[in-house]
C-alpha cells in the first residue's frame, strides 16, 4: 500500500511462506540482485547446468546470505522429503543446500533463487495489516513464475480487480 515507507517493500510482492504466532517468513517476489545462479553455483563450488543467464532473486532484507528456493514439483524431486515442503499444488519450498545442488543439476523449467528473506515477530504482520499497510491476495504459481518482476505488483492488483492508481492510505484490512 501507498503508506507502506520501507523502501525494501515499496511496490513488493511477499510471498508468505510460514506465519505462526511467533513469527512470519516470506520471500519478495519481484526484486532481484545483480548475480546471475550460474555466478552463485560457481562460488558455492557446484555446476549449474540451467540457463547461463538466470537470476538469483533478492528475498528480503533479511539474513542476505542464507538462500531459499520455490519451483515446481517434480518427478525426480521427492517432495516428502525433510528438506522440501509443499506449499500450494505443485509450488514447492526449500532452503536445503543438497537440494540446491541436486536443482542445479537438472534446474526444473520453473525454479527460482532467492537470497535473504522477510521476516516479521509475532503479531507485527497481523498490526502491520490491521493499518491497511498491505494487500492480501491468493497465491498463483504463475505469478511466482510467469509474470517479468517489473509488472508483477500491478499484475497482482489488477488481477483481484484493483486499479494501483486508486489505492489510497488508509487504515483497516484491505
Known amino acids: 500500500m501507498p503508506q507502506l515507507s520501507d523502501p525494501n517493500f515499496r511496490r513488493a510482492v511477499v510471498l508468505v511462506v510460514h506465519h505462526d504466532a511467533e513469527s512470519t517468513f516470506g520471500l519478495v517476489l519481484n526484486r532481484e540482485v545483480e548475480l546471475t545462479v550460474d555466478e552463485l553455483c ?56 543438497d537440494v540446491f545442488r541436486q536443482l542445479a543439476g537438472q534446474p526444473p523449467a520453473d525454479l527460482r533463487i532467492f537470497l535473504g528473506y522477510a521476516g516479521w515477530g509475532g503479531g507485527q504482520l497481523e498490526m502491520e495489516l490491521a493499518q491497511g499497510a498491505w494487500v492480501v491476495a491468493p497465491l498463483s504459481s504463475d505469478v511466482v513464475f510467469d509474470v517479468p518482476r517489473e509488472a508483477m505488483w500491478d499484475h497482482v492488483l489488477r488481477a483481484m480487480d484493483i486499479d494501483p492508481a486508486t489505492l489510497i492510505s488508509t487504515a483497516g484490512v484491505h
Open 42 to 97: 560457481e562460488s558455492l563450488e557446484f555446476p549449474w547446468n540451467g540457463e547461463r543467464d538466470a537470476e538469483v532473486a533478492w528475498g528480503g532484507p533479511v539474513e542476505s546470505n542464507t538462500g531459499w528456493l520455490l519451483f515446481q514439483d517434480s518427478v525426480e524431486m521427492e517432495v516428502d522429503d525433510e528438506h522440501v515442503s509443499r506449499l500450494e499444488g505443485s509450488l514447492c519450498f526449500a532452503g536445503s543446500m
